[in-house]
C-alpha cells in the first residue's frame, strides 16, 4: 500500500478515535426521577439501557480504531492478522479498521456458528 493511501487511512482513523473519545464521557439519558409514575421510570430505564448499549459499542469501535492506528504505526496497515495476505483497498475504504481479509473474515465467521 503507498503512502499516499496509509496517509488517507491514517487521517480517517483519527478523526473517528477523535468523535469517539469525546462521546465516551457523555450519557445522552436523563437521571432517574423516582417522583414520575410508573411508565416515565420505565421510558427512562430503557433510555439509559440503551445509551450504555452504544456505549459500550463505540467503547468497542474506538479499541478496533485505535489497534487500527497501531498497525498503521508498525507497518502492518492493511495486512490480515490470520494469513498476512494484503487486504482488499475496497474492504479497507468500507471498513478502515478491519482486522482480517475477506476469507479469513469468513472462516472466523463460520466457526463462530456452530
Not at 23 to 37: E, I, N, V
Not at 42 to 70: F, G, Y
Request: charged share 30%; aromatic share 4%; hydrophobic share 35%.
Amino acid at each position: 500500500m503507498d503512502h499516499k493511501s496509509i496517509g488517507r487511512f491514517n487521517k480517517s482513523l483519527e478523526a473517528r478515535r477523535l468523535i469517539l473519545a469525546q462521546t465516551q464521557g457523555k450519557l445522552l439519558s436523563t437521571p432517574a426521577d423516582y417522583g414520575k409514575d410508573e411508565g416515565d421510570r420505565a421510558n427512562n430505564a430503557l433510555a439509559r439501557e440503551l445509551d450504555l448499549e452504544q456505549k459500550s459499542r463505540d467503547r468497542a469501535l474506538l479499541t478496533s480504531v485505535e489497534a487500527a492506528l497501531s498497525r498503521i504505526h508498525e507497518g502492518t496497515f492493511g495486512q490480515c492478522l490470520n494469513c498476512s495476505q494484503e487486504i482488499n483497498a475496497k474492504r479497507l475504504e468500507a471498513i478502515p479498521w478491519v482486522r482480517y481479509c475477506i476469507t479469513c473474515q469468513e472462516l472466523i465467521d463460520g466457526t463462530k456458528e456452530k
